[in-house]
């Protein structure tokens, strides 16, 4: 069964705050993966950190470089953690499940706020109006289609999360 997963990449979607990054560390020590975060690889990329980017240059430009650098990974046998804005590119979360298995990491919006704080929307890529329960309710729709296996993180601790995923595929 595992040896299955180690061939494809496990790719991690969900809100800031859901523990993509951690978990996904997790996972790849526990499956004998290379790890990836893409937040990462966007700020090596465009030689900023997502806020600078956000700042200088607006949410759009985030996202359009976000999916420049998704449409560009071309790894196997990886735990990916994508940045929370992933979703919001078609063409990038095709490219991304043409060689891996989506794992929506889903936390309540009340824990999304408890982990990165109510007016921590710092490095989010969302419209300047836009409040975090509308973001939270846009992206969930968008982490609900992508998913091929969602894992409910709600009073679990990362290591059982990342239990629940290994189970789960």
Same mark, same amino acid.
């Given at each position: 069964?595992?040896?299955?997963?180690?061939?494809?990449?496990?790719?991690?979607?969900?809100?800031?705050?859901?523990?993509?990054?951690?978990?996904?560390?997790?996972?790849?020590?526990?499956?004998?993966?290379?790890?990836?975060?893409?937040?990462?690889?966007?700020?090596?990329?465009?030689?900023?950190?997502?806020?600078?980017?956000?700042?200088?240059?607006?949410?759009e430009a985030l996202r359009h470089i976000e999916e420049q650098v998704l449409l560009?990974? !071309?790894?196997?046998?990886?735990?990916?953690?994508?940045?929370?804005? @992933?979703? *919001? &590119?078609?063409? %990038?979360?095709?490219?991304? #499940?043409?060689?891996?298995?989506?794992?929506?990491?889903?936390?309540?919006?009340?824990?999304?706020?408890?982990?990165?704080g109510d007016h921590s929307m710092r490095g989010i890529s969302r419209r300047p !109006?836009?409040?975090?329960?509308?973001?939270?309710?846009?992206?969930? @729709?968008? *982490? &609900?289609?992508? %998913?091929?296996?969602?894992? #409910?993180?709600?009073?679990?601790?990362?290591?059982?999360?990342?239990e629940a995923v290994v189970s789960g595929l």
């Open positions: 069964m595992e040896n299955q997963i180690r061939a494809r990449n496990l790719i991690l979607i969900g809100m800031p705050g859901s523990g993509k990054s951690t978990v996904g560390v997790l996972l790849a020590k526990r499956l004998g993966l290379g790890f990836i975060d893409t937040d990462l690889l966007i700020q090596e990329d465009a030689g900023r950190t997502l806020q600078e980017i956000v700042d200088q240059d607006g949410y560009k990974l !071309d790894v196997q046998h990886k735990v990916i953690s994508t940045g929370g804005s @992933a979703v *919001y &590119s078609a063409r %990038a979360m095709e490219h991304l #499940k043409a060689n891996g298995t989506v794992v929506f990491l889903d936390i309540p919006l009340d824990l999304v706020i408890k982990r990165i !109006d836009q409040s975090l329960e509308a973001l939270f309710e846009e992206r969930y @729709a968008l *982490y &609900s289609r992508y %998913a091929d296996l969602t894992v #409910k993180g709600a009073g679990l601790n990362q290591d059982q999360v990342c």
